[in-house]
């Protein structure tokens, strides 16, 4: 059974950093392409940022393009999300997901995602 779980969110100020975690479990890890996405309220599910193995080039959302970094520990099975200079805009609940794609309608899907973390950001 595919297991996803996402810590590390909270309340930060603007400007401020967190770092996301996700353990990952009941599947191959190593070179399994892994991504974060994100959900504010009242909105579909929007993808931040992807990777397929640690030595080959990340990939990122527009809006979280220079802020935002993406790893993984593959002797851990872990999937991490650094975020630096947030912004209010970046509240939402982050998911570690796998095996995402847009459906006709553009509509972000993953077949598997966390329970998700809530990121708020806000002075």
């Known amino acids: 059974e595919v297991q996803l779980v996402e810590s590390g969110g909270g309340w930060v100020q603007p400007g401020g950093s967190l770092r996301l975690s996700c353990a990952a479990s009941g599947f191959t890890f190593i070179g399994d392409a892994m991504s974060w996405v994100r959900q504010a309220p009242g909105k579909g599910l929007e993808w931040v940022s992807s990777?397929?193995?640690?030595?080959?080039?990340?990939n990122y959302g527009p809006s979280v393009k220079g802020r935002f970094a993406i790893s993984r520990d593959n002797a851990k099975n872990m999937l991490y999300l650094q975020m630096n200079g947030l912004k209010p805009e970046d509240t939402a609940v982050y998911y570690c997901?796998?095996?995402?794609?847009?459906?006709?309608?553009?509509?972000?899907?993953?077949?598997?995602r966390g329970q998700g973390t809530q990121v708020t950001v806000s002075s």
């Open positions: 997901a796998r095996e995402c794609t847009y459906d006709s309608g553009y509509k972000l899907v993953c077949r598997y």
């Open positions: 990777i397929v193995d640690s030595d080959q080039p990340t």
